[in-house]
């Protein structure tokens, strides 16, 4: 079984702007970091919340095994990449709020 967690919070007290949440050639950089480990994680995908940590979404990864390069191109897997980078990019951005209150 492959897991992975992307580590999408933190306060950025020192960048000033939640560096995950900053654009990269059209995408927030936590996006490029989900899509690019999902067609290799095993059949879940968690979303974590920060603060206190409980758990914001569970995804079933129901995608064919073996995961060949054909699948990037299929519904099923845009729907799933969608659903995974808006939830955990929504959390980033909640974390970063809710750091900047707590700097106050």
Do not use: C
């Amino acid at each position: 079984m492959i897991a992975a967690i992307v580590l999408a919070a933190g306060f950025a007290r020192r960048m000033g702007r939640q560096k995950l949440l900053l654009d990269l050639r059209g995408k927030p950089v936590v996006r490029w970091s989900v899509e690019a480990l999902l067609p290799h994680v095993a059949d879940t995908v968690v979303v974590m919340t920060t603060r206190p940590g409980t758990v914001k979404q569970v995804i079933r990864v129901n995608l064919e095994r073996p995961r060949v390069p054909q699948m990037l191109y299929s519904r099923e897997y845009a729907e799933l990449k969608k659903s995974a980078a808006e939830s955990v990019h929504e959390e980033a951005r909640r974390a970063f709020e809710r750091g900047e209150k707590e700097q106050a």
